[in-house]
């Protein structure tokens, strides 16, 4: 995700973070850093009520997993 942040936003390649993406949810379906990850592309993608959906479905499964309301929170602050 850093590498690809750290692109000028029309250079900006999703290809190797998706396909990574992609394999960390098959082998660990679970994994609770993978909506965090998906939030991050989609608000750099400035995608930001796609991410905030998606975050609040997180919230919903795992209220007490402080790191969903973090993110949202930061993403909103983004926005303004």
Do not use: G, M
Not at 55 to 65: D, F, Y
């Amino acid at each position: 995700l850093a590498q690809t942040l750290r692109r000028p936003e029309r250079e900006r390649d999703w290809t190797t973070f998706t396909q990574a993406l992609a394999r960390l949810r098959k082998s660990d379906p679970t994994n609770r850093e993978v909506p965090l990850l998906e939030a991050e592309q989609l608000a750099a993608k400035k995608q930001y009520a796609e991410a905030e959906t998606l975050l609040s479905k997180a919230r919903i499964e795992h209220p007490k997993v402080l790191a969903y309301w973090t993110l949202a929170a930061d993403l909103a602050a983004r926005q303004n």
